[in-house]
C-alpha cells in the first residue's frame, strides 16, 4: 500500500521566516495530495492541495509543489506568523479521479512553531 | 453552515467493552470517512460510507465496524475493546464528485476521544 514519509517531525522558526515541510510518497498511481493543519483540540483542516497534473499551487503565504518523478511533494510558508503554529500533515490519494478521495494516507506530521 | 458533528466529545470505557461513535455530515455531504489519530500510528483511515455503503476500508481488524444512515449520518462501533484502541476518532465528511468536479477536501469534525482502561 501507500507510504507517506514527512519531515521533519518539529520545526521551530522566528516570526517572519519560511517553512518548509517536504513529503515523499510511495505508490506512483497516487494523484492527488493535500495539506492539513490541525489545532490544539480541533480536527484537521485543508489549507492547500495539489493534482498529479499540477506541479505548483500558491495560495497567499502558502505554496505547494510536487515532483512526480521524484515522488516529492512540499509545503512552503512564507512570513511566518503566530497563528500557523500547529501540526501539519500531507496526504496523498490516488481516487481522485474515482470519487474515492477520501482514502488518504498521511503522513507523520510536522509541529511547527513560530516563535516571536 | 453547521460543520460535522462528532459525540460523544470524550468517553472512558474498559476492555472487553463495546463502544458506540456518531458522526453527523455537513449538510448535503453523502460521503463520510472515519480515522483513528494516535501518538504512535498517526492518523489512518478506517472506512468510508456513501450513500449507505461501505465504499473504502482501510486495514483494521473485524471489531472496527460502521454504517451510514439513509440521512447521511454515521456510526462506527468498536467490539471487545483493547487498550490499544485509546484513539481520537475523527469523522470526516465530503462532496463527492468526479474528475475535476471532485474537490477532494475533507472536513472533519472534532473527534471523539475514546480512552479504554
Known amino acids: 500500500g501507500e507510504n507517506v514519509e514527512q519531515h521533519p517531525s518539529t520545526l521551530s522558526v522566528q516570526e517572519g521566516d519560511s517553512a518548509v515541510i517536504k513529503c515523499t510518497y510511495s505508490d506512483s498511481a497516487s494523484n492527488y495530495f493535500p495539506w492539513y493543519k490541525q489545532e490544539l483540540g480541533k480536527g484537521p483542516q485543508l489549507i492547500i492541495d495539489i493534482r498529479s497534473n499540477v506541479g505548483e499551487k500558491k495560495d497567499q503565504r502558502i505554496a505547494v509543489t510536487l515532483n512526480k518523478t521524484a515522488k516529492h511533494f512540499s509545503l512552503h510558508i512564507t512570513e511566518t506568523q503566530p497563528e500557523d503554529s500547529a501540526v501539519y500533515f500531507c496526504?496523498?490519494?490516488?481516487?481522485?479521479?474515482?470519487?474515492?478521495?477520501?482514502?488518504?494516507?498521511f503522513g507523520t506530521g510536522t509541529r511547527l512553531q513560530v516563535t516571536l | 453552515k453547521a460543520g460535522v458533528t462528532q459525540t460523544p466529545r470524550y468517553l472512558i470505557k474498559t476492555r472487553g467493552q463495546q463502544v458506540t461513535l456518531s458522526c453527523s455530515p455537513i449538510s448535503g455531504h453523502r460521503s463520510v470517512s472515519w480515522y483513528q489519530q494516535t501518538p504512535g500510528q498517526g492518523l489512518q483511515f478506517l472506512f468510508e460510507?456513501?450513500?449507505?455503503?461501505?465504499?473504502n476500508k482501510g486495514n483494521f481488524p473485524g471489531r472496527f465496524s460502521g454504517r451510514q444512515f439513509s440521512n447521511s449520518r454515521s456510526e462506527m462501533n468498536v467490539s471487545t475493546l483493547e487498550l490499544g484502541d485509546s484513539a481520537l476518532y475523527l469523522c470526516?465528511?465530503?462532496?463527492?464528485?468526479?474528475?475535476?468536479?471532485?474537490?477532494?477536501?475533507?472536513?472533519f469534525g472534532e473527534g471523539s476521544r475514546l480512552t479504554v482502561l
Open positions: 470526516a465528511s465530503s462532496l463527492i464528485g468526479r474528475g475535476e468536479k471532485n474537490t477532494g477536501e475533507l472536513f
Open positions: 496526504a496523498a490519494s490516488k481516487g481522485l479521479n474515482t470519487g474515492t478521495a477520501s482514502k488518504l494516507t
Open positions: 460510507y456513501f450513500s449507505e455503503t461501505q465504499r
